[in-house]
């Protein structure tokens, strides 16, 4: 069983930084970030497959960054220029599978997730 398990979530103002983190039990092949705004369905965010390939989505293009440390068996996102419309609860999730470019944000191809870290935006 994969578990995995997110940190790096609080509130901050328009313009700040987080980092996400996601210690993973077992690191998969294929890594990402989703968010889940209140009222909104959930939506990829980052996707990193073990080979260094990624995609990210275009709402967030050139402010957030994902990335890994093989050694600790971590996922990070690390997320600049936040905007209010950034504030959701955001998840982590793991597949063995093996899949590029827009399915690398497909959540239904994710096996496993976290419980989630909200991340809270003030303009």
């Known amino acids: 069983q994969v578990q995995l398990v997110e940190s790096g979530g609080g509130s901050v103002q328009a313009g700040g930084s987080l980092r996400l983190s996601c210690a993973a039990s077992?690191?998969?092949?294929?890594m990402g970030w989703f968010r889940q705004a209140p009222g909104k369905e959930r939506e990829g965010v980052a996707g990193l497959r073990k080979d260094g390939a990624t995609r990210i989505a275009d709402s967030v293009e050139g402010r957030f960054t994902i990335s890994k440390d093989n050694t600790k068996n971590t996922l990070y996102l690390q997320m600049d220029s936040l905007k209010p419309e950034d504030t959701a609860m955001y998840y982590c999730?793991?597949?063995?599978?093996?899949?590029?470019?827009?399915?690398?944000?497909?959540?239904?191809?994710?096996?496993?997730w976290g419980q989630g870290t909200q991340v809270t935006i003030s303009s």
């Open positions: 999730a793991a597949s063995s599978g093996i899949f590029s470019g827009k399915d690398l944000l497909r959540e239904s191809l994710y096996y496993y």
């Open positions: 077992v690191y998969l092949y294929t």
